[in-house]
């Protein structure tokens, strides 16, 4: 499971509270690995529990409702690096759209061609916002490491978007073709020459 690992990476880029945590993977993580409140929450205790990271002291005693802040430890650092490193074979792509596309070939395809029409909107929405996000944050030449690094994940994001809508789009073009030949077959089937 990647989601410890993604809290660590956010925690190392700096410091947050399980609300700031869950705040940035709907802007920024979230778009490669989501993750819900309680996931957030049920991890970071089992990294603290592990020692992989601590509640930041507060000013005070910590009261009913306080934000924790936390941080990671060495070992937590170490537990990171070591995943980083590991080799690990890409996992298969699960997407109920090619599912329903392979079922509609036994069941027929009424009601498909809108739904890979939605898919294709939704899928343009998000390369818009991927280039918006680039535009915003990698305009200019001559980033850090860490900035080139956030760059090249976006840019896979931006590439399987671009992919996502190319292949859309033929399906979309192949289940009109299919349509039209339907309502041929039928114009031009044996009821219609009897």
Known sequence: MSLPYAILTALLEKPSSGLELTRRF?????????????????????????????????????????????????????ELAAWVARIEDPKPIRDALLLRLRAAGVVGTEGLEAEVRRHLALHRAQLAEYRAIEERDFGEGGKSEVDRLRHLVLRAGIDLERFWIGWLETARAELADMGAGAAADARTGPAATA
């Open 26 to 78: 709907d802007r920024s993580i979230g778009y490669f690995w989501s993750a819900t409140h309680q996931q957030i929450y049920r991890e970071l205790g089992k990294l603290e529990e592990s020692g992989a990271i601590r509640a930041l002291p507060g000013p005070q005693q910590p009261t009913r409702g306080q934000k924790k802040e936390y941080e990671v430890l060495p070992a937590g650092r170490a």
